[in-house]
Nanobody, 124 residues
């Protein structure tokens, strides 16, 4: 069983930064692709970023390119999302997800394991 626990969310002003972390436990996952998704009130869950099992391939949704960076620390079984130049439209609950495959993809249905989410609120 894999457990994912997110942390690092909070309230920040527009233009500010936050760093989300996701700690994985339960089994070795260093070959699994990891992703971040978000869900704003009244909207569907959407893909934000993903990284391959090796961490060498990363993939971002267009709206966060150049502002967000996904990275992983295999030694600590964790993945991070550095979010800079935050905008009010980035306000959402952010979820960490893991899939038992090496390649990162954007489709949420292919991720079998999910964290409980962490709230990010950007005030304008």
């Amino acid at each position: 069983q894999v457990q994912l626990v997110e942390s690092g969310g909070g309230l920040v002003q527009a233009g500010g930064s936050l760093r989300l972390s996701c700690a994985a436990s339960g089994r070795t996952y260093d070959t699994w692709a990891m992703g971040w998704f978000r869900q704003a009130p009244g909207k569907d869950r959407e893909f934000v970023a993903a990284t391959s099992g090796s961490g060498t391939i990363t993939y971002y949704t267009e709206s966060v390119k150049g502002r967000f960076t996904i990275s992983r620390d295999s030694a600590k079984n964790s993945v991070h999302l550095q979010m800079n130049s935050l905008k009010s439209e980035d306000t959402a609950v952010y979820y960490c997800a893991a899939r038992n495959a090496r390649l990162p993809i954007a489709r949420s249905d292919d991720y079998a394991y999910w964290g409980q989410g962490t709230q990010v609120t950007v005030s304008s």
